[in-house]
């Protein structure tokens, strides 16, 4: 019985951290087709999810806190366009995230690229102090610029 339970919460907790991060698309272009129909922002993500401390505590400050997720799921798309040192990516996944990279001209991480439904660049944001409110009081002021 104790096992039953201990699996039970494994697989309950395993299903918390996947429906956490499902709102994140990596795919650039299924995501604009998106933003499109739904006629949301985009958010990109430049990030070097595992070495780049900096977007390590944007994502735990940021986009793990209800406050975004609820933000998110009513105005925007998330695409997340990673750079990892050791987790495995596609070829398909790195070479899209090369171009737009080379595209949107990032120089560092974490690099937050705002575009409109159109996919027009409305603005460019990085890491800020303030968490979840100072993040979207600074996208709201991208979007009605």
């Known amino acids: 019985m104790k096992r ?6 494994i697989v309950f907790l395993s299903a918390a ?3 956490a991060d499902s709102n ?4 650039y272009d299924e995501a604009k087709t998106k933003a499109k129909s739904d006629n949301k922002f985009l958010l990109l993500d430049f990030t070097g999810s595992d070495w780049c ?3 390590k505590r944007l994502k735990a400050e940021v986009f793990s806190k209800p406050q975004f997720q609820d933000y998110a799921a009513k105005n925007l798309v998330l695409v997340e366009l990673d750079f990892p040192r050791a987790k495995p990516q596609t070829q398909e996944v ?3 995230n090369m171009q737009l990279a080379s595209q949107y001209r990032i ?3 974490p690099t937050i690229v705002v575009l409109n439904a159109d996919g027009q ?7 800020m102090e303030g968490g979840a409110e100072a993040f979207i009081a600074a996208i709201e002021k991208l979007r009605k610029s």
């Open 4 to 9: 039953l339970l201990l699996v039970g919460t």
């Open 94 to 96: 790195k070479k899209q």
């Open 107 to 109: 120089e560092g991480f």
């Open 17 to 19: 951290f996947v429906r």
């Open 121 to 127: 660049k409305i603005g460019e944001l990085g890491y």
């Open 53 to 55: 401390g900096w977007c």
């Open 24 to 27: 994140w698309l990596t795919n």
